[in-house]
């Protein structure tokens, strides 16, 4: 079974910064992509950034310039999205999200629990 795990979540004032990981675990054959998404309350989830097995990325036009997406180079299996000059508006429960392969060759996608951040002063 595969897991993800998030953590960094907290709060921060606006302008401030703050890193969110996430772990994939379980038996996993592939890890495709993975990406982050958001939900504010009241709103539908919606993607930040993404990042493939060959690194490309893409960004949220809402978080570019400001958010940067990676991946651990020892541990394919660990996934950053680092988040600066946070704003208000990017107060949301963030989900980390993995399109993964098992090692019964059964490829979904996977969520995490989801990690609460608060910009505010």
């Known amino acids: 079974q595969v897991q993800l795990v998030e953590s960094g979540g907290g709060l921060v004032p606006p302008g401030g910064s703050l890193r969110l990981s996430c772990a994939v675990s379980?038996?996993?054959?592939?890890?495709?992509?993975m990406a982050w998404y958001r939900q504010a309350r009241g709103q539908q989830r919606e993607l930040v950034a993404s990042?493939?097995?060959?690194?490309?990325?893409?960004y949220g036009d809402s978080v570019k310039g400001r958010y940067t997406i990676s991946r651990d180079n020892d541990k394919n299996s660990v996934v950053y999205l680092q988040m600066n000059s946070l704003k208000p508006e990017d107060t949301a429960v963030y989900y980390c999200n993995g399109d993964i392969a098992d090692y019964a060759m059964a490829r979904g996608e996977y969520w995490g629990q989801g990690t609460q951040v608060t910009v505010s002063s």
């Open positions: 379980g038996s996993i054959f592939s890890i495709y992509a």
């Open positions: 990042i493939t097995s060959a690194g490309d990325t893409k």
